[in-house]
């Protein structure tokens, strides 16, 4: 079993940056993709962005991509998500999650709020 626990979420102008950090317990995240989605009141989940296992490849979606940043440190069983140039419309609760082929852990959740 692996616990993920999601961190740095917060209340932040538009424009302003943000850093999430989600931290495993139980298994080291190293034999795991890793990625952060969103979710937004009254929308579906969405996935932003991905990361190999060794951190070598990462992935985003449309909405974040040249804003958002993720990367991984293995020795800290840490994954991070930075957050620049926010906008109202990424107000969202993140959650990290971590698998094999599926997302099968995911964490509790960090709500973001970008006030305009």
């Known amino acids: 079993q692996v616990q993920l626990v999601e961190s740095g979420g917060g209340l932040v102008q538009a424009g302003g940056s943000l850093r999430l950090s989600c931290t495993a317990s139980?298994?080291?995240?190293?034999?795991?993709?890793m990625a952060w989605f969103r979710q937004a009141p009254g929308k579906e989940r969405e996935f932003i962005s991905g990361?190999?296992?060794?951190?070598?490849?990462?992935y985003y979606a449309d909405s974040v991509k040249g804003r958002f940043t993720i990367s991984r440190d293995n020795a800290k069983n840490t994954v991070y998500l930075q957050m620049n140039s926010l906008r109202p419309e990424d107000t969202a609760v993140y959650y990290c999650?971590?698998?094999?082929?599926?997302?099968?852990?995911w964490g509790q959740g960090t709500q973001v709020t970008v006030s305009s």
């Open positions: 999650a971590a698998g094999v082929g599926s997302y099968e852990y």
């Open positions: 139980g298994r080291t995240l190293s034999g795991y993709i």
């Open positions: 990361i190999s296992r060794s951190g070598d490849s990462t």
